[in-house]
């Protein structure tokens, strides 16, 4: 959805003039508890430079022009805000910018909140800090603090602390990862999957839901090996639904794992593989 949003209020100007109101909850879509208004700036004296934690706003030029740059930290955009009945919609966590104010500009400006020094982040690399910062469902138990930016935690997932989890992730809900457990970037990992320790996942993997990790060949309840087996799920592989993946096994890079395969052995890059065991039916071509 663009960053550009408009409300427009009614005019009920006539031949006499221009006449807009605005009316709280019914079409300023807040309660308004502040406005103010700028004016007498100079077109080379830029403003703005911050965005609001809470505050939502809706600023008209109700005479002459301004550019206005938005940013939410992942597109930029820039409008002209130029009519007297156009209002442009400034909610929180959007990095604005004033630029090019006509000499006669008065920019009128309804707020939601009053004024809060506190609400505002007036510096850039705090503002991208925060809008990249991992999304963790309150209902998540996430307790490694390596968990990178743009990624997210659904309810019901628990994360033991020393996982290390790339950018751009999406772990759904209803998942583990234990310890001694990696996830490279833009990894996704559907519902119903348990990642134990000894398994690697490298960047633009994908787990489909219900997938089985195993990292003991020789399960006995109370008795541990000296070291798990190692399992490493290599780029861009895909693992279908209800799949299995027994230990110490290499998936190879952009590898298709077919739903419901039990995977025995090695899997060569880019093979596509089904069955139980499972065995190569092809090769993904390019
Ligand atoms: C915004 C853009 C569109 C107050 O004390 N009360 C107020 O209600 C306001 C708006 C400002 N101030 C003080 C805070 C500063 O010491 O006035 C001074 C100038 O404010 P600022 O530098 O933030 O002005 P702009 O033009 O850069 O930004 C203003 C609004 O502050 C801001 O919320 O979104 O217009």
Same mark, same amino acid.
């Not at 502040?34 to 008209?60: S, T």
């Not at 002459?64 to 002209?80: Q, R």
């Not at 006669?104 to 007036?122: F, G, K, P, Q």
């Not at 639904?241 to 739903?259: D, E, H, R, W």
């Given at each position: 959805?663009?960053?550009?949003?408009?409300?427009?209020?009614?005019?009920? $100007?006539? *031949?006499?003039?221009?006449?807009?109101?605005?009316?709280?909850?019914?079409?300023?879509?807040?309660?308004?508890?502040?406005?103010? @208004?700028?004016?007498? &700036?100079?077109?080379?004296?830029?403003?703005?430079?911050?965005?609001?934690?809470?505050?939502?706003?809706?600023?008209?030029?109700? #005479?002459?022009?301004?550019?206005?740059?938005?940013? /939410?930290?992942?597109? #930029?955009?820039?409008?002209?805000?130029?009519?007297?009945?156009?209002?442009? *919609?400034?909610?929180?966590?959007?990095?604005?910018?004033?630029?090019?104010? +006509?000499?006669?500009?008065?920019?009128?400006?309804? &707020?939601? =909140?009053? @004024?809060? =020094?506190?609400?505002?982040?007036?510096? @850039?690399?705090?503002?991208?800090?925060?809008?990249?910062?991992?999304?963790?469902?309150?209902?998540?138990?996430?307790?490694?603090? *390596?968990? $990178?930016?743009? +990624?997210?935690?659904?309810?019901? +997932?628990?994360?033991?602390? #020393?996982?290390?989890? $790339?950018?751009?992730?999406?772990?759904?809900?209803?998942?583990?990862?234990? /310890?001694?457990?990696?996830?490279? /970037?833009?990894?996704?990992?559907?519902?119903?999957?348990?990642?134990?320790?000894?398994?690697?996942?490298?960047?633009?993997?994908?787990?489909?839901?219900?997938?089985?990790?195993?990292?003991?060949?020789?399960?006995?309840?109370?008795? @541990?090996?000296? =070291?798990?087996?190692?399992?490493?799920?290599?780029?861009?592989? +895909?693992?279908?639904? /209800?799949?299995?993946?027994?230990? $110490?096994?290499?998936?190879?890079?952009?590898?298709?794992?077919?739903?419901?395969?039990?995977?025995?052995?090695?899997?060569?890059?880019?093979?596509?593989?089904?069955?139980?065991?499972?065995?190569? #039916?092809?090769?993904?071509? =390019?």
């Amino acid at each position: 959805m663009s960053l550009i949003q408009w409300i427009e209020l009614p005019n009920l $100007g006539d *031949q006499r003039g221009g006449l807009v109101v605005a009316e709280t909850c019914k079409n300023i879509p807040f309660d308004l508890k502040r406005l103010y @208004y700028i004016f007498d &700036a100079k077109p080379e004296v830029p403003r703005g430079f911050h965005a609001h934690k809470e505050l939502h706003q809706i600023a008209f030029c109700i #005479k002459g022009k301004c550019k206005m740059l938005m940013d /939410n930290g992942f597109v #930029k955009e820039e409008v002209w805000i130029d009519q007297p009945n156009k209002g442009l *919609q400034i909610p929180p966590m959007i990095w604005h910018e004033m630029h090019d104010f +006509s000499e006669d500009c008065v920019l009128l400006v309804l &707020a939601s =909140e009053h @004024y809060d =020094e506190n609400d505002y982040i007036r510096d @850039y690399q705090e503002f991208l800090k925060e809008v990249h910062k991992p999304f963790i469902h309150p209902l998540a138990d996430v307790q490694s603090s *390596q968990i $990178g930016e743009d +990624s997210h935690v659904w309810q019901y +997932s628990v994360i033991l602390a #020393k996982a290390k989890i $790339g950018k751009n992730c999406n772990i759904c809900a209803h998942t583990l990862i234990e /310890n001694d457990v990696v996830l490279g /970037n833009n990894v996704t990992v559907k519902s119903g999957v348990f990642i134990w320790d000894g398994i690697t996942v490298q960047d633009n993997v994908f787990i489909g839901p219900n997938v089985t990790f195993t990292n003991d060949k020789h399960p006995r309840s109370k008795q @541990y090996p000296e =070291e798990f087996l190692r399992t490493i799920i290599e780029k861009g592989a +895909s693992i279908g639904a /209800n799949a299995t993946i027994l230990p $110490g096994i290499k998936i190879g890079q952009k590898s298709m794992i077919g739903a419901g395969a039990v995977v025995t052995k090695d899997v060569p890059p880019k093979a596509i593989v089904i069955g139980n065991p499972a065995f190569i #039916k092809g090769f993904i071509k =390019e």
